[in-house]
């Protein structure tokens, strides 16, 4: 079945750093989402990159899907103490709709 | 739109009672749900697929007559945990498609807890 691989697995940041976590598939991947759960949360949808080479913002946060369709990643720019949480990227099962496989996640505390 | 909603948000229970998660698709027809459980710092692992009025597909190694999943109908999956012990508390979270966009809505998710 599909697979991605995400790293790193934790990192640490004082705040004002930036941070940027990576997922790669074998595979071409149709599209490829974004999520952020914070500590006792659920999953919030962040973003869905679905065209090659796409690059998207929202605000301090910057997706990029790569021209192959096999990689992306999430940067924070300028990190703050509200960044805390962990960042899953999530890829759908070949042919399988709205079934997502999930990376292992990063992550990301801040040192105020 | 496209809101989720699972009931109860947390529950504990004794070793080999049974409980019932339910997920709601509150504004649109969920024509698939999904349920899977996230074990504490690591990733969310699909258990099963549900599809209105069909039986659901369960992934491998998730015991099927111990996660019972029932989709009775476009706005609700339930997910019934069957003599649960110490080792099935989780976070279980459903997601629904069929809304808006082209992906999955996730519910806010259920704490399980099995003393």
């Known amino acids: 079945g599909q697979q991605v691989m995400q790293i790193p697995q934790y990192q640490h940041v004082q705040e004002g750093e930036d941070f940027t976590t990576y997922c790669n598939s074998s595979t071409t991947l149709s599209n490829i989402q974004w999520y952020k759960q914070r500590p006792g949360g659920h999953p919030v949808f962040l973003i869905q990159l679905v065209k090659s080479g796409e690059v998207k913002k929202q605000k301090r946060l910057t997706f990029q899907f790569g021209e192959a369709k096999k990689n992306s990643s999430l940067h924070i720019t300028a990190t703050q103490t509200t960044d805390v949480g962990t960042y899953f990227c999530?890829?759908?099962?070949?042919?399988?709709?709205?079934?997502?496989?999930f990376g292992q996640g990063t992550e990301l505390s801040v040192k105020p | 739109g496209a809101v989720v909603s699972q009931h109860p948000s947390w529950v504990i229970c004794k070793s080999g009672t049974s409980v019932k998660i339910e997920c709601r698709s509150l504004d649109f027809q969920a024509t698939t749900m999904f349920w899977y459980r996230q074990f504490p710092k690591q990733s969310l692992m699909l258990m099963a697929t549900s599809n209105e009025g069909s039986k659901a597909t369960y992934e491998q190694g998730v015991e099927k007559d111990k996660f019972l999943i029932n989709h009775a109908s476009l706005t609700l999956s339930t997910l019934t945990v069957t003599s649960a012990h110490p080792e099935d508390s989780s976070f279980y979270i459903c997601s629904a498609s069929g809304g808006p966009a082209v992906r999955g809505y996730f519910g806010p998710g259920t704490r399980l807890t099995v003393t």
């Open positions: 999530a890829v759908p099962e070949y042919n399988q709709g709205g079934k997502l496989i």
